[in-house]
């Protein structure tokens, strides 16, 4: 089955800084790969998606990478600012009958310090 | 903005109750979804659909689970007889296209606790 993970631990870094986040996936090649955000006792919010045949692709300080050989995407917040704390979630869309479903990741908690 | 509106925020029931939840989604959106979070755990897909009935659902989504669209606007989830391992935050999603390309606008949730 399709197996998806990202960071397990909580990434802490200072505000300023430029945050790193990984996702990596298994058995299965996804057409889009979707990151989305996660703040406490809410919903996921979208933020990027990213197409298979797409190396980067950039929206204000959030950029993402793909690589479907390594199947690995790497998400990245430049300038983090305290207000970025929240936990980040990669999404692979799965294609099933009329729908495309996703299939998250654990997601990763990232905290930014003042 | 549109947005997709879940009703109650918290609910409280009874092992072996009958709970609905109820969610509005954006109103020229074709594909629904429920998924499902665990504390602390990933959000897991539950089930889709589309044109009126289910295109697809997961293991979790066994014969207690029901989902209903009654009148154009609401899209249900009804889960016939709770047990304590239900308690988790449910969401709902809508989607305008069920292509991968399209993101999906995901409620506040519901969370549900079974006692």
């Known amino acids: 089955s399709q197996k998806i993970e990202q960071n397990s631990e909580a990434l802490n870094i200072q505000e300023g800084k430029t945050a790193t986040l990984t996702c990596n996936y298994t058995?299965?090649?996804?057409?889009?790969l979707q990151w989305y955000r996660q703040d406490p006792g809410r919903g996921p919010v979208f933020l990027l998606l990213?197409?298979?045949?797409?190396k980067e692709k950039r929206k204000e300080r959030l950029k993402v990478t793909f690589d479907t050989t390594l199947k690995q995407s790497l998400f990245h917040i430049t300038a983090s600012q305290p207000a970025d704390s929240a936990t980040y979630l990669c999404?692979?869309?799965?294609?099933?009958?009329?729908?495309?479903?996703?299939?998250f990741g654990t997601g990763t908690l990232l905290a930014v310090q003042p | 903005e549109p947005e997709v509106t879940q009703t109650p925020s918290h609910q409280v029931t009874q092992m072996g109750q009958e709970v609905i939840l109820r969610c509005v989604p954006i109103?020229?959106?074709?594909?629904f979804y429920w998924y499902r979070q665990i504390l602390g755990q990933k959000v897991e897909f539950l089930v889709s659909?589309?044109?009126?009935?289910?295109?697809?659902k997961s293991e979790i989504f066994d014969d207690q689970f029901s989902v209903e669209r009654p009148d154009g606007s609401n899209f249900t989830l009804k889960i016939r007889s709770t047990k304590l391992e239900d308690s988790a935050m449910y969401f709902c999603a809508s989607k305008a296209e069920s292509m991968g390309n399209t993101e999906a606008f995901f409620g506040q949730g519901t969370r549900l606790t079974v006692v």
């Open positions: 058995n299965y090649s996804p057409a889009y």
């Open positions: 990213i197409r298979e045949n797409e």
């Open positions: 659909f589309y044109n009126n009935e289910i295109s697809e």
């Open positions: 109103s020229n959106h074709l594909y």
């Open positions: 999404a692979l869309a799965h294609y099933g009958g009329a729908t495309n479903k996703l299939i």
